[in-house]
């Protein structure tokens, strides 16, 4: 089902991602990732304004848990970009799991729907940022029960 929701074209990648969302669902991080991203999700659809276009800005980020995501996540990005392009979505989940301990803390410690409208809306860019990653291979949020 995860698989299906990214509308992969060709057998040999869909059956790629599949083996790799397997393997991925075995790991001690993926409930967790995966109800984050559900989380996510269920965010970013209540908003209104369009977020998908945003860059997320380093100057925004107040938090040390959203400072430490971003971090992690552009860390990832640079790991995970080329495991994505040669079509091994295991490697990139497997790496993308690390981020479950930053994913945490960030939801522990900041408020999305901060005050600022700016600062709010790059919290909910960094949160599409995560929730693009992840959908480079399939839907993991509905992993997550």
């Not at 991602?17 to 109800?35: E, G, M, N, P, T």
């Not at 430490?68 to 490697?91: C, E, H, I, M």
Request: glycine share 2%.
């Amino acid at each position: 089902m995860s698989v299906c929701a990214r509308r992969p074209t060709r057998p040999v990648d869909f059956d790629q991602r599949i083996k790799a969302v397997h393997a991925f669902s075995k790991l001690d991080q993926a409930a967790a990732l995966s109800a984050a991203n559900k989380r996510v999700s269920n965010i970013l659809s209540k908003q209104t304004a369009e977020v998908s276009g945003l860059d997320v800005k380093p100057a925004l980020l107040t938090e040390e848990a959203e400072i430490a995501l971003a971090s992690q996540l552009t860390a990832s990005s640079n790991k995970v970009t080329p495991l994505f392009d040669d079509g091994d979505y295991a490697s990139a989940l497997k790496e993308l799991a690390n981020l479950q301990q930053a994913v945490d803390s960030f939801f522990d410690s900041v408020m999305v729907m901060a005050e600022d409208e700016a600062v709010k809306m790059n919290r909910l860019a960094l949160l599409n940022q995560l929730r693009t990653m992840f959908l480079r291979v399939a839907d993991i949020s509905l992993l997550s029960k």
